[in-house]
């Protein structure tokens, strides 16, 4: 049972470029969520979606990002023209149903700004 | 603004010895609360959820949680150097749909 699916593991984008994380749920799973974790800093989290549906983007910052999970296909945490403070640890994970259900995370992409 | 509180430490422990690990919150209307453990350059790994006021036990991880002083923790038993990582407190927001994260409390077991 392959657990949640991050690629790319690792990402050099320069400033200004764009960014696109990939994260497959875990099979049976349709709850995604996205947290970010800054060097030194907790894991915060950043947005909750369902297939189609954005449920929770209270923790996106206002500019620049965006997430999405399409009917087919895996959810993408998009980062328009990157700064130097965006590089982080990007986690996403992933629960059968919402509520008490537990989220389970994947290996993460860590994304560095030149 | 919903905040988890734990000691940054580091915990220092010899092997053999119980770990206590202590975290509270702020949100009295929480109802789900995790601990998660995270080793150095890799992702947060479950190690236990538990819901309701006392104690849930899992092989050598116990968890307490006390809602009316808005606390948990996590003991580990015979602790082993191979446990030294940071250990994660979460509690899920009400609308259940993010966790809330502590920063971490930092576990080293010295053999």
């Known amino acids: 049972n392959a657990g949640v699916m991050q690629n790319p593991r690792h990402l050099v984008r320069r400033r200004g470029q764009e960014a696109r994380l990939r994260c497959s749920p875990m099979k049976g799973h349709s709850h995604v969520y996205w947290y970010r974790q800054l060097p030194e800093e907790g894991l915060k989290f950043m947005v909750y979606?369902?297939?189609?549906?954005?449920?929770?983007e209270s923790g996106m910052p206002k500019e620049r990002f965006s997430a999405e999970f399409p009917k087919e296909g895996p959810s993408i945490l998009r980062i328009q023209q990157v700064v130097r403070g965006d590089s982080a640890a990007y986690f996403c994970a992933s629960s059968p149903g919402r509520g008490t259900d537990t989220q389970y995370f994947g290996p993460g992409t860590r994304l560095t700004v030149l | 603004q919903k905040e988890v509180e734990q000691n940054s430490g580091p915990l220092s422990v010899p092997e053999g010895a119980i770990a206590s690990l202590n975290c509270t919150y702020s949100?009295?209307?929480?109802?789900?609360f995790f601990w998660y453990r995270q080793y150095s350059g890799k992702s947060p790994e479950l190690i236990m959820f538990i819901y309701s006021n006392g104690d849930k036990e899992d092989g050598r991880f116990t968890a307490q949680l006390n809602k009316a002083s808005q606390y948990v923790s996590l003991l580990i038993r015979d602790s082993q150097p191979s446990d030294s990582a940071t250990y994660l407190c979460?509690?899920?927001?009400?609308?259940?749909?993010?966790?809330?994260f502590g920063k971490g409390t930092t576990l080293s077991v010295s053999s």
């Open positions: 979606l369902q297939k189609e549906n954005i449920i929770d």
């Open positions: 979460a509690v899920l927001n009400q609308a259940g749909t993010a966790l809330i």
């Open positions: 949100d009295r209307g929480s109802q789900s």
